[in-house]
C-alpha cells in the first residue's frame, strides 16, 4: 500500500510541475502576435482596484445623495419640492460617486493596467 501512495504522489507532483511549466503570460510586446492554432493575444486596458475599502464607492454615493437630496428640498415648493428632492439626490449621488472615484484614483486605489489574454477564434 505504501508503494502505491508512494507512486500517486509521485504522479500529482510530475502533472502538477508539467502544468505550470506550461503556463504561459503575455505581455503588451505579444500584442497581435498569432499561433499555429489560429488563436491570438489580445491586449485590453482593465480599470483594477488596489486596497480600496470602499471599492464600489457606496460612501460617495450616499453621501452626496442626502446632500443633493437636501439641497433639492430647499429648492422647490409644494409638489415641484418632491421633484426637486428626488432630482437632487439622483444628481448628488452621482456627483459623490464620481468624486469618490477621482479620490479613489490619486491615492492610487484604482489604477489602468493593460492585460494580455490568449484567445482562440
Known sequence: MNKFRSFAGAAVLSLAAFGTA???????QDEGRRFNDGSRV??????VQRAASDPNRVAGTAA???IG?????????GSGRKLAT?????????IGR???????????????????RRIHN
Request: aromatic share 2%; glycine share 20%.
Open 22 to 28: 506550461h503556463a504561459q503570460t503575455y505581455g503588451p
Open 69 to 77: 437630496g437636501l439641497v433639492g428640498n430647499q429648492i422647490g415648493s
Open 64 to 66: 452626496g445623495a442626502v
Open 86 to 94: 428626488v432630482g437632487g439626490a439622483v444628481a448628488g449621488g452621482a
Open 42 to 47: 489580445v491586449c485590453e486596458d482593465v480599470e
Open 98 to 116: 464620481n468624486v469618490q472615484g477621482n479620490q479613489q484614483e490619486a491615492r492610487g486605489d484604482r489604477v489602468v493596467e493593460q492585460r494580455c
